[in-house]
């Protein structure tokens, strides 16, 4: 408690000395001598260099909810998801039964190349034994990822075979996806699925566009539920896909950086057919540029639920330790004028609750919950349709949170993780006479039933697991708990793809989608998505 109250003072100090006078050097002299006076007088001993990290964290929470702290050790962790790439030996992996296993190795990467596969166990690592130990994912990815160039000694248990299996593996550059799936859903819609908003974002998406167009798609359903955003420049290329040239896609103003308009500029390769774009409270940031973009020019429909509302655009400042700062220096506002950062006015917790709060509010369940002001009403700009800002991208078609297979018995089962651990060990004793049957996905799926039979070991193995039946439970979510086995079965099978291909059928918004350019209700839409 008394290191919590000292860097509590210490950052409101600071803040309020910058509010009353703009000479940075006097604010800086009267922040240092405090810091030299706790150092040399205080009562007990303080660990400076930890008080003024703590210090500059809450300093940055009384701006704004992203702007924030990391420390040198964290930034390597921090970036990763935006570069695209960490060094290390190339598996998705899973912690099953305080073992390692291998979910899949990544394609192309070392572990792939010298032989590991999907379904095998890593019991040692440089000699030291790591199964039944109490292994955790933090202490997997400290012992396998490393410098490129470098070696790792692993030892695999593999089903079938009766020794250890060893493998000097040499790290490398592994990239991480920001696209989960792309396929066809009929003979004329594709679907792709982003994560995040990455380094290498545009190329897996065009590389999946130029594969759908191939394939004779002539619409699209782009998934960014519960993505969470990322790069904004990334935002940008991606909505310039939709948009044809010269249409802007996103500004930026602040008290520092004059408004910078930022315009569609090349020649995307999905620029007129039927586009949908699917959210909901989770995607945020990115994810609201390209929406906000496509909803404000009409050129697809929103489908979903309210978006996130993060309009708040945070730039990276180095500091000299090698620790950096992500700074809050602009709001971005989409091409009607909208700024879609919701209030942060009662503090950071209420901010971050405030996602929560929708549930009980009734919001994810009814549209009818939500009331927008006149004075957040914005228009589209070919159209003139109604739009709201204030608060996230309002979907043109709501689609509620579905709660019908909903039940404290699948809760226990997905919070557990027994559907993956079992679907895991399926594939793993079955792979061969699986793959044998089964030549890809587009045969899977139709032809793959989890049985009674199937089901039986599955509760079987639930019950063993500590989650006994619960036949009432069960019958609500029957169909989820069979539609999971099946889409984990084809993702060990192929990839994260398959996965989505089989699960989507539980997806609520993308089922819509689909019948919103079935049933004619995209044409009576009357967008602008054929003028592009």
């Not at 697809?300 to 330790?321: A, E, M, T, W, Y």
């Not at 209420?350 to 002001?373: H, I, M, Q, V």
Request: glycine share 8%; with cysteine.
């Amino acid at each position: 408690m008394k290191k919590i109250a000292i860097f509590t003072v210490l950052a409101m100090a600071a803040i309020a000395s910058s509010a009353q006078t703009s000479n940075p050097k006097a604010t800086s002299e009267k922040f240092n001598t405090l810091l030299y006076y706790i150092e040399n007088m205080y009562v007990d001993s303080v660990d400076i260099e930890s008080l003024v990290e703590h210090a500059m964290v809450s300093m940055l929470e009384e701006l704004d909810p992203h702007s924030v702290y990391i420390s040198s050790e964290e930034l390597a962790d921090a970036n990763e998801p935006l570069n695209g790439s960490f060094e290390g030996i190339g598996i998705q992996f899973n912690i099953l039964k305080d073992t390692i296993y291998v979910v899949t190795p990544i394609s192309g990467g070392p572990s792939e190349k010298l032989g590991i596969r999907a379904g095998d166990k890593i019991v040692q690592i440089e000699g030291e034994t790591v199964a039944g130990v109490g292994i955790k994912n933090s202490d997997v990815g400290k012992k396998l990822k490393g410098p490129k160039g470098t070696f790792v000694n692993v030892g695999v248990a593999r089903t079938g075979e009766k020794k250890l299996i060893t493998f000097d593996i040499e790290r490398d550059k592994i990239p991480i996806f920001s696209l989960d799936a792309a396929y066809m859903v009929n003979k004329d819609v594709g679907y792709i699925k982003i994560s995040r908003f990455a380094k290498t974002t545009m190329q897996e998406l065009q590389t999946a566009l130029i594969e759908l167009n191939g394939q004779g798609m002539s619409d699209l359903i782009l998934d960014l539920q519960g993505n969470g955003g990322g790069l904004l420049r990334t935002a940008i290329e991606m909505a310039d896909e939709f948009l044809s040239e010269d249409k802007l896609i996103v500004y930026t103003e602040g008290r520092a950086f004059p408004r910078d308009d930022t315009h569609a500029r090349v020649k995307g390769k999905f620029e007129k057919g039927k586009l949908i774009v699917l959210i909901d409270e989770g995607s945020a940031s990115a994810s609201e540029i390209v929406s906000g973009a496509i909803q404000d020019w009409d050129r697809g429909l929103i489908i979903g639920r309210r978006s996130f509302g993060k309009g708040l655009v945070q730039r990276p400042v180095p500091l000299p330790d090698g620790s950096a700062v992500r700074l809050t220096v602009q709001k971005y506002y989409t091409p009607a004028g909208r700024c879609i950062q919701k209030s942060y006015e009662d503090g950071i917790d209420a901010y971050r609750s405030e996602k929560y709060e929708r549930y009980s509010n009734g919001e994810l369940l009814t549209a009818d919950s939500l009331e927008f002001p006149d004075s957040l009403k914005f228009y589209t700009n070919v159209k003139q349709r109604a739009v709201f800002g204030g608060g996230g991208i309002m979907p043109d078609i709501f689609v509620p949170l579905d709660t019908t297979n909903s039940s404290e018995y699948f809760s226990d089962l997905l919070r557990k993780g027994l559907t993956n651990t079992f679907a895991l060990t399926h594939v793993d004793a079955n792979r061969k006479a699986l793959k044998s049957k089964y030549k890809s996905v587009d045969e899977f799926i139709p032809g793959f039933e989890v049985d009674e039979a199937l089901m039986n070991e599955f509760l079987a193995f639930a019950d063993s697991e500590g989650v006994p039946m619960d036949e009432e439970g069960f019958n609500v979510s029957k169909f989820a708990i069979e539609t999971r086995i099946k889409a984990l079965i084809a993702r060990n099978m192929w990839d994260y793809s398959a996965f989505f291909q089989v699960v989507n059928v539980l997806n609520p918004a993308y089922m819509k989608a689909i019948e919103v350019l079935n049933d004619g209700t995209f044409e009576k839409m009357d967008l602008a998505h054929s003028q592009f």
